[in-house]
Nanobody
């Protein structure tokens, strides 16, 4: 499945932004996640969601500020980001596990499909 992110942009600290991930095919049997790559850093896990949308996990730095969700009927996943901080500046990528792997995971190697990424820049 091909994934395309959208919704990135330049915002001020404290603002909110919602990222979208559109899939070219059915994603209802795949765990999915958002990862990010901050300037000069390795790619890191942000949030994951199981195939049914009933289970989520977050990295500590975004807990209480970011919310991951999905709409399998639209083959889409979302990341609502609120109270953004300059340290959230990064390229955000969505990822999907292969069909049949229903849980989300924080390990990038467990994802077989990736989007190209969308830039989020938070100014102070």
């Amino acid at each position: 499945v091909q994934l395309v992110e959208s919704g990135g942009g330049l915002v001020q600290a404290g603002a909110s932004l919602t990222l979208s991930c559109a899939a070219s095919g059915y994603i209802g049997s795949s765990g999915m996640a958002w990862f990010r790559r901050r300037p000069g850093k390795e790619r890191e896990f942000v949030a994951a969601i199981n195939s049914g949308g009933t289970g989520t996990s977050y990295t500590d730095s975004v807990k209480g500020r970011f919310t991951i969700s999905r709409d399998n009927g639209k083959n889409a996943m979302y990341l609502l980001m609120s109270k953004l901080k300059p340290e959230d500046t990064a390229v955000y990528s969505c990822a999907a596990r292969n069909p049949g792997y229903y849980t989300g995971s924080s390990y990038s190697l467990e994802y077989g499909s990736w989007g190209q990424g969308t830039q989020v820049t938070v100014s102070s």
